[in-house]
């Protein structure tokens, strides 16, 4: 008997635990995809459920009110929506040219291990801390108060951790032959960082922008230890105004004795969920656009 007949049943034995494995983990992957879009799905009906009522063109352009009925969320919504135009403004060329001179510039020596480490855990620490961090630092050092600047700067410092590793990640991906093609036809490193490494790593550098914005819109904690208002009815004129935000409002109205409140809370939390996904709908068109034009 040949050896290739020997070894027969044990290579068939082999593929069909390897099948199985195979078949195993698809079916994990799946469930990991189909488990959490189904308890959001029944949490977004349960708040439709309880707030639909509620959300119309009137309570978006109304200011917060004592009476339940006459209640708005525009102060939340403005300071939002300024929120995220000024961390994304502060965090993204920080973090992203902190991922270039990491990447391309840095050598590898123990100050750029140990700082590669620390941005890591950064990554992990939980929002309350950045907060105190930004009360002393903002508030009380800078003298920024408790305005909208000192508050995306917090906002700012919580995400710039994971802004920095999925540039580095989206950096990566960029082949070295296309910087040495580059180098070979006389480009210095910046104009091959400019030109040919940053338009094929755009499309990564914006989803890791999608993902920590998306993170800093729901952020509640490091925003209420820095101070931001609870009840306004107002909306930021400047970067030095006092101010508020959709998550505080939802926290302060979902607090009240009244369930009358509650209402407001859950059409307040659809506008939430609302303002974010058209926010991330934005960034990934221009990613896909961006994504076009360097292919």
Do not use: C
């Amino acid at each position: 008997m040949s050896g290739a007949q020997l070894s027969s049943p044990t290579t068939a034995t082999t593929r069909r635990r390897g099948l199985y494995s195979e078949r195993a983990f698809y079916a994990l992957a799946l469930l990991s995809i189909i488990l959490p879009l189904a308890m959001l799905a029944i949490m977004l009906l349960g708040v439709l459920k309880n707030g639909g009522a509620r959300l119309s063109w009137d309570f978006i352009t109304s200011y917060p009110s004592r009476k339940a009925d006459h209640a708005g969320i525009l102060p939340g919504l403005v300071g939002s929506l300024y929120l995220m135009g000024l961390t994304a403004l502060i965090a993204l060329p920080l973090g992203v040219g902190a991922a270039i001179y990491l990447e391309e510039y840095g050598k590898q020596s123990r100050m750029s291990r140990l700082i590669e480490v620390n941005i890591a855990n950064l990554a992990g620490v939980p929002s309350i801390v950045y907060g105190l961090l930004g009360l002393g630092l903002f508030v009380r050092i800078l003298h920024f108060g408790r305005s909208l600047l000192a508050g995306a700067s917090t906002l700012a410092l919580l995400v710039l951790p994971m802004v920095v590793l999925v540039s580095r990640e989206a950096l990566r991906t960029v082949p070295r032959g296309l910087r040495e093609a580059a180098f070979a036809l006389g480009a210095t490193q910046w104009q091959t960082i400019r030109q040919v490494v940053l338009p094929i790593a755009y499309p990564g550098i914006l989803t890791g922008a999608i993902l920590a914005l998306s993170r800093a819109i729901g952020e509640t904690a490091p925003l209420v230890v820095i101070g931001a208002l609870t009840y306004i009815t107002f909306v930021p004129d400047g970067v030095d105004a006092p101010f508020t935000a959709l998550p505080i409002q939802i926290f302060n109205w979902v607090s009240r004795p009244q369930k009358a409140f509650i209402v407001d809370a859950a059409a307040g939390i659809v506008v939430l969920v609302l303002t974010m996904l058209i926010l991330n709908g934005v960034a990934i068109y221009l990613r896909n656009r961006l994504q076009k034009r360097a292919s």
